[in-house]
């Protein structure tokens, strides 16, 4: 079984800091996907980034980076230069191995995020 | 332009009705989901549709029922059965390919509330 845990379950940062959130995961399939999304208050789900378990190198998207560990199964999202519109929960995410009728995600319990002007 | 819409936005139900809530999307996606997010807590898996007429269970498909008679849409009904109703629905829709991370485009949610 997969599993996702968020540590945090909220984080005050000053605005143009620097923020790290972090996520472990737990699985026994070689191949995995890891995904960041973005939770407003309105509600609705942001895709930021997405990391697979073979890709050699970081994922980068802008602001957003992903700082992948994967001998200690960790997938962290580093935000650049915050600003006060990145307040907002943040999820991370796990789909297991990428083939047809295994596209489900399994989501942590996410981090709230508040930035500081 | 191209997403997933939800309705209702909010929606009221008394105890022992069954309600359906709407999911279309316009993105020509292959598979669908739906999902149930409680106050603090992740994105939990109800019910998803891999491909028209065939869906499956996910982690708390009881008290829930589901169709997918067109690619477009997946309805979702909360039924009776359903213990504790109360909470955030999303609907979310991916293609699928397997050379292809198929990220999961997520609707706007639909809030209910059993009164």
């Known amino acids: 079984a997969q599993k996702i845990t968020q540590t945090q379950p909220g984080m005050f940062v000053q605005e143009k800091e620097a923020v790290t959130l972090d996520c472990t995961y737990d699985t026994s399939d070689p191949s995995y996907g890891l995904f960041w999304y973005k939770q407003p208050s309105s509600g609705e789900m942001i895709f930021l980034i997405y990391q697979g378990s073979y890709d050699q190198q970081n994922a980068t998207e802008g602001r957003y980076s992903l700082n992948f560990q994967k001998a200690r199964k960790s997938a962290n999202l580093v935000i650049s230069a915050s600003q006060l519109g990145d307040s907002a929960m943040y999820f991370c995410?796990?789909?297991?191995?990428?083939?047809?009728?295994?596209?489900?995600?399994?989501f942590g319990t996410g981090t709230r995020l508040t930035i500081i002007p | 332009d191209g997403g997933i819409t939800q309705s209702p936005k909010y929606l009221f139900r008394k105890e022992g009705q069954n309600v359906t809530l709407s999911c279309e999307q316009n993105?020509?996606?292959?598979?669908m989901y739906w999902y149930r997010q409680d106050p603090g807590q992740g994105l939990r898996l109800i019910y998803y549709s891999q491909i028209v007429n065939d869906f499956q269970k996910g982690d708390i498909a009881e008290g829930y029922s589901v169709s997918r008679e067109k690619k477009e849409s997946f309805p979702l009904t909360v039924t009776s059965a359903q213990k504790n109703p109360t909470a955030f629905y999303l609907c979310?829709?991916?293609?699928?390919?397997?050379?292809?991370?198929?990220?999961?485009?997520f609707g706007p949610g639909t809030r209910l509330t059993v009164l």
């Open positions: 993105l020509n996606h292959d598979a």
């Open positions: 995410a796990m789909r297991g191995p990428s083939n047809f009728g295994n596209e489900k995600l399994t």
């Open positions: 979310a829709s991916s293609i699928v390919l397997a050379v292809s991370y198929n990220e999961q485009f």
